[in-house]
C-alpha cells in the first residue's frame, strides 16, 4: 500500500483512489449504508476543486437523513459511479485542497476549507465539487476537530441566541430585537448537554447572557452531578434535571432563580418537546420566544393556548440550513466569529470521540459507528478522522 | 314610575337611579351575579362624565372574566356602593352622555361613546368616569347595536388580517410584513361562523384576500348547508366542516383549492385548538403564521415539530386588549375605518339576540341571559339593549 501522499498528485494516469459511504434509499444506517470505493481523474474541470476528508462529524442529523426521517431528502445520483443512484450523507466536515482546475482562485493545494452548502455529503474520503461550495478556512491555531465541528451546532447555537430574545419590537410589528449583549438576561433551555446546548452556555457566558440549563437525570446521582458540574465549568448559571423542571415546585423554583419573578425569562430554545417543551414555554415571561430546533423526544409541542394569548408567548423553529441558504455572508462572518473564539481558547471543544477511517477500515465498522450514533457517542460527539486513506 | 328621561335631568336632588350587574367572587355568572341599584349624584367631577347605556354586548370573554378564567382579573372595589367589593363585567358597550363636568370638553349631551379602556364594566344602566376613559364616535348613519359590537369581534379580525401574513421580513429579521392587500393570497381559519370569523370573512373579502373556512358541522344537513351559504353570502370563498378538515382527505382537497398545492396559505386564525389548529397549522406552507386569539375547545395547540423547524411555521397569540392598550390611536382609526364599512353597507352586522332591559327587567332574567352566553345565543351575539332604565 503505497503512502496517502502519492496517490494524491495529479498528473496523466494519477488517478485518486477514494472511497464513500453511501446509500441508495431510506433506512437504518447499519442496513441501508454501504462503502463505495471509485477513482478520480486528474483532470477535474476547471472550475472545480479536489479535496481530500480530515475530518467529519457523525450529527444526529445525518442519521435522521440516511432514515429519511430529516426535512432534507438528499438527491439520488450517479455522480460517483455507484450502480444504482445513490447519495453520500455528511453536513459537516473538514477538507484539505489536494489540487485545483484552472480557473480558479482564492483556493490553493493545503488550505482547509468545510462545505459552503448543506448536505455537501462528507462521509467520504475525497470528492470533487465546484470551488463555490467550499468556504476557506484559516486553519491557523486550530486542529481538524475544532474546524470540522464548527459549522453545525456552535452556529445554530450563536444563531439563535443572538437572533432571537426580548422583542418589543416585534410586538410593535417592527421587527425582533436580538438579545443585548451583555444585558445579563435569562434564556432557559432544555437538552443543555447536547452540543448546541454547550455551545449555547458558552456563548451566553461570554455575551453577558444568563442560562438556566435543563438535563435528563443520567444512570446515577453522581454522574448526574457530574455533568452538572461540566456545565457549570461551562459558564452555565443555573443547572436542573428534568424531573425537577417539570416538578409543581419548579413554578416557585424558577421565581427564586429569577429575583422573586422580578427578571423575565424573554428567550426558551427547546430540542425535546413535549412536556420539557411546555415546560420551557411555561417558563417563558410575557412577550418571550420559544426556539424549537429539535425533537429529540418524538413528541408536539402542546402550548396552552392562555400562554399564546395572554402571555404573548411565541413559538418558532430555527433550521440552520435555511438560515445558511438566506445569509450566505452572515454566515462566513459567523464562522470566523467562532473560530477565533476557539484560537483565543474561550470557546471549548465539545467533548469527541474519534473514529479512524483509514485505506483499509471496513465497511462494517464506518456503519455500525453511524449506527451507534443513535444513541449517542459515549465519549460525546462521533468523528471520523480521516487517517491514510 | 316616572320616564327616564325625567331622571337625567341634573340639579339639586336630581339623583339618577342606577343598575349594574355585579359580582364579588368568580363562578358561574348565574350563581355570583347580582343586580345592584344605586344611586348617582348630579354633581359628578369636573373632569368626569355621566353616561347611560344603550347597548352591551354579552361577549364569551365577558362571561370568562366573571368565572374568573380569563386573562384579565376586574378588580373588586365598592366604588357603586356595594356591600361587598365588587366588579361589573361587560368590555364592550355603547353610551349615550347625559351630562359632563364642568372641565370636560370636546364631549355634549347627547353624544355617542364607548369605552376607550379594557374592561370599562357595560352592564348597568350608567356610569360616571373619567372623559378619558370614553372615545366618541359620529353616530350618524349608525344604529346602537352597530356602535356596540365594533370594538371586539371586528377590531380583532382587522388587527390580526392586517397585522400577520406573509412575513419573508420577519424571518431576516426585519419585523412582519401585513398581508398586501389586494394581493389575492390565503387565509385559513377555524371557528369561522364566530363573530371574529364572520368579520374577518368580510374583511378578507373587502382587501382582495382569499379565505378558507372552517365551522363545525350543526345538528342537520340542512343546518349546515345554511351556515355555509351564510358565509359564502358574507364573501367566504371555501367553507368546509371541520370533520372534512381534521380527515386524511384533506390534504389534497387543500392542493386542489390552492391550485396544486402552487399558492401558499401564509396566515391561519385559530379559536379552537386541539386537532382543529393543528389541522390549521398543516395546511399552512412555509414561512406562514398561526395566530391564535382563542380556545373553545379548551384543547393545548399541539404542533409536531417539525412544522416548527422545517416548515418554519410560527405561531402567536392575539389579545386585543393588549394591542388597543399599545396603540390608542391605532385604534381609534381602526374604529372609524370600520364604522365607515359600516355606514356604507359593506360589512354586515352580526347576528344579534336582542335582550331587553328596562327598568323592571329582573335580575334573574338578566343573569340567566349572561349564562345563556355559554352556550351560545342561538341568533347570534347576545346584546343587552336598554329601555326605559
Not at 78 to 96: D, M, Q, R, Y
Not at 351 to 380: A, H, I, Y
Amino acid at each position: 500500500m503505497p503512502r496517502a501522499a502519492a496517490r494524491y498528485k495529479s498528473g496523466p494516469y494519477g488517478y485518486t483512489q477514494a472511497k464513500a459511504l453511501v446509500f441508495s434509499k431510506n433506512g437504518e444506517p447499519e442496513e441501508v449504508l454501504s462503502l463505495h470505493s471509485h477513482s478520480i481523474s486528474p483532470s477535474i474541470p476547471s472550475s472545480s476543486v479536489l479535496v481530500r476528508t480530515l475530518a467529519a462529524p457523525v450529527n444526529p442529523a445525518d442519521i435522521n437523513t440516511v432514515q429519511g426521517t430529516y426535512g432534507a431528502k438528499l438527491p439520488f445520483t450517479s455522480l460517483i459511479g455507484t450502480s444504482e443512484p445513490s447519495a453520500v450523507p455528511g453536513n459537516e466536515g473538514l477538507f484539505e485542497v489536494v489540487s485545483t482546475g484552472s480557473s480558479v482562485s482564492g483556493l490553493q493545494k493545503g488550505d482547509w476549507v468545510i462545505p459552503a452548502v448543506s448536505q455537501f455529503g462528507t462521509w467520504r474520503t475525497h470528492a470533487v465539487d465546484d470551488a463555490a461550495k467550499f468556504l476557506k478556512i484559516n486553519k491557523d491555531g486550530l486542529n481538524p476537530v475544532q474546524a470540522a465541528t464548527v459549522s453545525v451546532n456552535p452556529c445554530s447555537a450563536y444563531r439563535m441566541l443572538r437572533h432571537y430574545g426580548p422583542n418589543a419590537g416585534f410586538k410593535a410589528g417592527m421587527g425582533m430585537k436580538p438579545l443585548e449583549v451583555g444585558s445579563g438576561e435569562w434564556f432557559i433551555q432544555n437538552g443543555a448537554n447536547s452540543g448546541v446546548g454547550r455551545a449555547a452556555i458558552q456563548f451566553g457566558n461570554l455575551w453577558g447572557l444568563r442560562s438556566i440549563n435543563v438535563i435528563r437525570e443520567r444512570d446515577t446521582p453522581e454522574a448526574t452531578e457530574a455533568l452538572k458540574q461540566e456545565l457549570l465549568d461551562l459558564g452555565a448559571d443555573v443547572v436542573v434535571t428534568d424531573s425537577q423542571f417539570i416538578s409543581r415546585e419548579w413554578k416557585d423554583q424558577l421565581a427564586e432563580i429569577t429575583r422573586k419573578g422580578r427578571e423575565q425569562i424573554l428567550l426558551g430554545l427547546n430540542c425535546v418537546g413535549g412536556k420539557s417543551a411546555t415546560a420551557v414555554a411555561r417558563s417563558l415571561g410575557e412577550g418571550g420566544t420559544m426556539v424549537s430546533y429539535g425533537g429529540m423526544g418524538k413528541q408536539p409541542v402542546a402550548l396552552p393556548v392562555g400562554l399564546l394569548i395572554f402571555k404573548d408567548v411565541r413559538f418558532v423553529g430555527f433550521w440552520l440550513s435555511k438560515w445558511n441558504e438566506k445569509d450566505v455572508s452572515g454566515r462566513q462572518h459567523m464562522i470566523e466569529d467562532i473560530l477565533n473564539l476557539v484560537r483565543e481558547g474561550k470557546f471549548r471543544d465539545v467533548p469527541v470521540e474519534e473514529v479512524k477511517w483509514d485505506w483499509n477500515t471496513e465497511e462494517t465498522t464506518l456503519r455500525n459507528t453511524v449506527q451507534r450514533g443513535l444513541q449517542g457517542f459515549k465519549k460525546g460527539k462521533g468523528v471520523f478522522i480521516f487517517g491514510d486513506t
